[in-house]
Protein backbone atom coordinates (compact mmCIF):
# COMPACT_ATOMS: atom_id res chain seq x y z
CA UNK A 1 0.00 0.00 0.00
CA UNK A 2 1.19 3.33 -0.79
CA UNK A 3 0.69 6.66 0.48
CA UNK A 4 0.42 10.09 -1.40
CA UNK A 5 1.90 12.53 0.65
CA UNK A 6 0.83 16.29 -0.67
CA UNK A 7 3.23 18.93 -0.49
CA UNK A 8 1.66 21.89 1.89
CA UNK A 9 2.66 24.79 3.75
CA UNK A 10 1.24 25.67 7.45
CA UNK A 11 0.57 28.37 9.33
CA UNK A 12 -1.31 28.95 13.00
CA UNK A 13 -3.07 32.51 13.79
CA UNK A 14 -4.58 32.61 16.95
CA UNK A 15 -7.06 35.93 18.29
CA UNK A 16 -8.38 36.22 21.87
CA UNK A 17 -9.50 32.36 22.71
CA UNK A 18 -9.67 30.91 19.06
CA UNK A 19 -6.68 29.13 16.91
CA UNK A 20 -6.50 28.45 13.50
CA UNK A 21 -4.07 26.22 11.85
CA UNK A 22 -4.04 26.59 8.02
CA UNK A 23 -2.93 24.47 5.18
CA UNK A 24 -2.53 25.99 1.53
CA UNK A 25 -2.17 23.36 -0.77
CA UNK A 26 -0.55 24.41 -4.54
CA UNK A 27 -2.48 23.79 -7.07
CA UNK A 28 -5.72 24.46 -6.05
CA UNK A 29 -8.88 25.72 -7.78
CA UNK A 30 -9.65 28.42 -4.47
CA UNK A 31 -11.44 26.14 -2.40
CA UNK A 32 -11.43 27.26 1.53
CA UNK A 33 -12.93 24.53 3.37
CA UNK A 34 -13.10 25.34 7.24
CA UNK A 35 -13.23 22.41 9.88
CA UNK A 36 -14.22 20.50 6.47
CA UNK A 37 -17.04 22.52 5.72
CA UNK A 38 -17.17 25.15 2.95
CA UNK A 39 -15.89 28.88 3.86
CA UNK A 40 -19.44 30.15 3.14
CA UNK A 41 -21.12 27.55 4.85
CA UNK A 42 -18.96 27.96 8.46
CA UNK A 43 -19.13 31.67 8.68
CA UNK A 44 -22.16 33.59 7.94
CA UNK A 45 -21.14 37.38 7.98
CA UNK A 46 -19.86 39.02 5.12
CA UNK A 47 -17.18 41.03 7.64
CA UNK A 48 -15.86 37.15 8.36
CA UNK A 49 -15.79 35.76 4.81
CA UNK A 50 -13.88 38.87 3.86
CA UNK A 51 -11.53 38.60 6.72
CA UNK A 52 -10.80 34.84 5.70
CA UNK A 53 -10.27 35.83 2.13
CA UNK A 54 -8.36 38.73 2.53
CA UNK A 55 -4.52 37.96 2.73
CA UNK A 56 -5.61 36.11 -0.46
CA UNK A 57 -7.06 38.20 -2.70
CA UNK A 58 -4.42 40.96 -1.27
CA UNK A 59 -1.31 38.55 -3.15
CA UNK A 60 -3.64 37.83 -6.05
CA UNK A 61 -3.64 33.65 -5.22
CA UNK A 62 -7.71 32.81 -4.48
CA UNK A 63 -7.17 30.69 -7.13
CA UNK A 64 -3.68 29.22 -7.09
CA UNK A 65 -4.30 27.34 -3.73
CA UNK A 66 -6.46 25.05 -2.27
CA UNK A 67 -7.49 25.72 1.73
CA UNK A 68 -7.64 23.56 4.56
CA UNK A 69 -8.62 25.18 8.15
CA UNK A 70 -8.89 24.00 11.50
CA UNK A 71 -10.17 26.18 13.89
CA UNK A 72 -11.11 25.68 17.66
CA UNK A 73 -11.99 27.75 21.18
CA UNK A 74 -13.57 31.66 20.80
CA UNK A 75 -16.15 33.29 19.04
CA UNK A 76 -17.05 33.26 15.15
CA UNK A 77 -15.28 36.83 14.42
CA UNK A 78 -12.51 35.70 16.51
CA UNK A 79 -12.01 31.96 14.41
CA UNK A 80 -12.38 34.32 11.06
CA UNK A 81 -9.41 36.67 12.06
CA UNK A 82 -7.13 33.61 13.46
CA UNK A 83 -8.06 31.93 10.28
CA UNK A 84 -6.69 35.35 8.46
CA UNK A 85 -3.47 35.28 10.29
CA UNK A 86 -3.19 31.78 9.64
CA UNK A 87 -4.05 32.13 6.02
CA UNK A 88 -1.85 35.05 5.77
CA UNK A 89 1.72 33.15 7.40
CA UNK A 90 1.31 30.02 5.39
CA UNK A 91 1.35 32.23 2.11
CA UNK A 92 4.76 33.70 4.35
CA UNK A 93 6.19 30.42 4.25
CA UNK A 94 4.78 29.82 0.41
CA UNK A 95 6.24 32.55 -1.01
CA UNK A 96 8.35 35.03 1.14
CA UNK A 97 8.03 37.91 -1.34
CA UNK A 98 4.60 38.56 0.05
CA UNK A 99 5.85 40.13 3.41
CA UNK A 100 5.76 43.28 2.91
CA UNK A 101 2.56 43.26 1.51
CA UNK A 102 0.85 41.48 4.19
CA UNK A 103 2.71 43.17 6.62
CA UNK A 104 1.46 46.60 5.75
CA UNK A 105 -2.10 45.32 5.27
CA UNK A 106 -1.91 44.56 9.24
CA UNK A 107 -2.39 40.72 8.78
CA UNK A 108 1.19 39.41 10.42
CA UNK A 109 0.72 41.23 13.38
CA UNK A 110 -1.49 38.75 16.35
CA UNK A 111 -3.86 40.97 18.21
CA UNK A 112 -3.25 40.37 21.71
CA UNK A 113 -6.22 41.75 23.51
CA UNK A 114 -8.09 39.50 25.59
CA UNK A 115 -10.69 39.73 28.20
CA UNK A 116 -9.93 41.21 31.41
CA UNK A 117 -10.25 38.85 34.80
CA UNK A 118 -12.89 39.35 37.00
CA UNK A 119 -11.98 41.27 40.41
CA UNK A 120 -13.63 40.35 43.67
CA UNK A 121 -15.99 42.67 44.75
CA UNK A 122 -17.24 43.69 41.41
CA UNK A 123 -19.75 41.95 38.92
CA UNK A 124 -17.14 42.20 35.52
CA UNK A 125 -13.70 43.29 35.35
CA UNK A 126 -14.44 47.15 36.18
CA UNK A 127 -18.16 46.96 36.73
CA UNK A 128 -18.92 47.66 40.81
CA UNK A 129 -21.68 46.95 42.76
CA UNK A 130 -24.62 49.44 42.40
CA UNK A 131 -24.57 52.02 45.09
CA UNK A 132 -27.62 51.99 46.96
CA UNK A 133 -27.95 55.20 50.02
CA UNK A 134 -30.74 53.36 52.11
Do not use: C, W
Not at 16 to 40: C, F, M, W
Not at 56 to 75: E, Q, Y
Not at 107 to 131: C, F, Q, S, V
Amino acid sequence: MTEIRQQYYEGIGRRKEATARARLYPQGSGRVLINDKPVNEYFGRENDLIAVYAPLKLTGTDTRFNVSVHVKGGGITGQAEATRMAIARALLEADPEYRLTLKTAGYLRRDAREKERKKPGLKRARKGPTYTKR
